[in-house]
């Protein structure tokens, strides 16, 4: 069957510039291919390589092939070729459709990166101001100055590559539209399909650099040095410290206490601050760590003295309302080889004297409290009944450890050991009323008859206390109550 199209330029056949001329070896050709061989030289079948009989100075010269003349006539012909055009319009609108579709993504990216660039630029350049006038808050500055300039260094890479990426995109948009035929379409709409996940990727990538939180904890930060620059320009260095601390208020002014300590444990860590909880008693000033870890808030044990400066402060009776009298819960912070090894989180078993005093002595209200004593012994080391000793605020080598004054021993309960259990001791020779004992794991034939509490988190640290080859290096390094939420 005679082909519609030249099969040198594949281009259709026409009755113009393209029609079709027959060799006299049989193998046709359009009008416009001929002329180009005939300026070469020799007029050669570009097929069989066979010479033309026959003068041929120009493509008139060779006689048309009126066969395929005829069959361009056809109106069978002409209805197939509309339609083919039909299909030809389609492909490249669905084509055109493609494309769009990725521009809008990248160009939606691109602009909010933009934007993004150069407010990034924009605060950098407060930072800076910033840094030399205030020297106090040059450690959290630097960090964020250099948290924004690797934020800036990637959002223009990603700019970089996105802009690349259109390029091509708009390029092989433009190839599509200057098409003529369905076979370079199909070409390069395969091409587009490689390129999809490409730009997926990408925006993936962009998606990710907008959610940086540079931008915004540079904003918190910069409101922070403001207050507290002003503070120090229009008073004096004092005013400055005071400027980092939240405005004072009665209890009445803050009814969600909670929420006021969440937000001022937020403020004071903007500024690599801590909070501390303040108590005043004629004339007597003790102060009390505020931290917050795991979703939980830990006000650690009452010391003597004020906070260091430039810290945040709340009273403490509006941290201590916190603590839920019907659930009460203590904490350890153990330490050995110079290392914070983590909390031991502890739920008191009842209302007893010799649960309360533990409790006092958690919380250092009546004074003394468990921070920095250390352990004192060991006994059935990896045996049933495991368990650690500690508690001589006294002496803090076994040989103090007193009853705090007005708490008696109370009335007995006899608790089987378990895992984790917390207990006190009768009063005894050998033993003081302070001192405590932490079970490791189970003694399925003891008891306990002074059971305080059981250990919610931290048995794992316990264990590998009483790993320790000398068990007086491991120290109580801090001690105090966990607070509701």
């Not at 205030?134 to 959002?155: F, I, K, P, T, Y």
Request: with cysteine; charged share 25%.
């Amino acid at each position: 069957m005679a082909s519609h199209d030249c099969q040198v330029c594949l281009e259709r056949f026409d009755n113009e510039d393209r029609r079709p001329r027959c060799l006299s070896c049989g193998h046709t050709l359009c009008s416009s291919c001929l002329s180009d061989i005939i300026v070469q030289g020799p007029l050669l079948c570009p097929f069989c390589r066979l010479p033309h009989n026959g003068q041929a100075s120009s493509a008139e010269d060779v006689p048309i092939n009126y066969t395929v003349v005829s069959l361009l006539e056809d109106p069978v012909y002409s209805r197939g070729n509309q339609r083919d055009q039909a299909l030809l319009v389609e492909v490249k609108r669905e084509a055109n459709e493609f494309t769009t579709e990725q521009l809008v993504i990248l160009n939606s990216h691109l602009t909010r990166l933009r934007d993004f660039h150069q407010k990034l630029g924009n605060q950098q350049v407060v930072q800076q101001n910033q840094l030399q006038a205030l020297r106090a808050l040059v450690g959290r500055h630097e960090a964020l100055l250099q948290d924004m300039e690797a934020a800036s260094h990637d959002v223009m890479a990603a700019i970089m590559e996105g802009e690349e990426e259109r390029r091509s995109l708009e390029e092989v948009q433009s190839r599509v539209n200057s098409a003529s035929s369905l076979l370079q379409v199909a070409s390069m709409h395969q091409d587009q399909e490689d390129r999809k996940s490409m730009v997926q990727d990408w925006a993936s990538g962009a998606r990710q650099l907008l959610q940086s939180p540079a931008l915004h904890l540079a904003k918190e930060i910069e409101m922070v040095t403001c207050s507290a620059l002003e503070a120090a320009i229009e008073r004096n260095s004092a005013g400055a410290a005071a400027a980092l601390t939240p405005p004072k208020g009665q209890p009445e002014d803050f009814p969600d206490v909670p929420k006021y300590l969440a937000e001022m444990l937020k403020a004071a860590s903007m500024v690599g601050s801590d909070v501390w909880a303040v108590l005043d008693e004629g004339g007597r000033s003790r102060c009390a760590k505020v931290t917050h870890e795991e979703g939980r808030l830990f006000l650690h044990a009452l010391r003597e003295g004020t906070p260091p400066v430039y810290t945040h402060k709340v009273p403490y009776i509006d941290v201590r309302n916190m603590v839920d009298a019907t659930c009460m819960r203590t904490f350890f912070e153990f330490s050995w080889e110079g290392k914070n090894q983590g909390k031991v989180q502890i739920k008191l078993l009842n209302l007893a004297s010799r649960t309360k005093q533990f409790f006092f002595l958690c919380s250092g209200e009546r004074g003394p409290s468990y921070a920095n004593t250390r352990l004192l012994e060991v006994e059935n080391r990896s045996q049933p009944g495991e368990h650690i000793w500690g508690g001589d605020y006294e002496s803090n080598d076994g040989t103090g450890g007193a009853a705090l004054p007005g708490l008696t021993m109370g009335g007995l309960h006899s608790q089987s050991v378990t895992a984790g259990l917390v207990a006190g001791f009768c009063y005894a020779d050998d033993r003081k009323p302070a001192h405590f004992t932490i079970y490791n794991n189970d003694h399925p034939v003891a008891y306990e008859e002074c059971p305080i509490g059981q250990v919610e988190r931290g048995i794992e640290i316990t264990r590998t206390a009483a790993r320790v080859p000398n068990i007086q290096d491991v120290i109580i390094s801090d001690c105090g109550l966990i607070l509701s939420l």
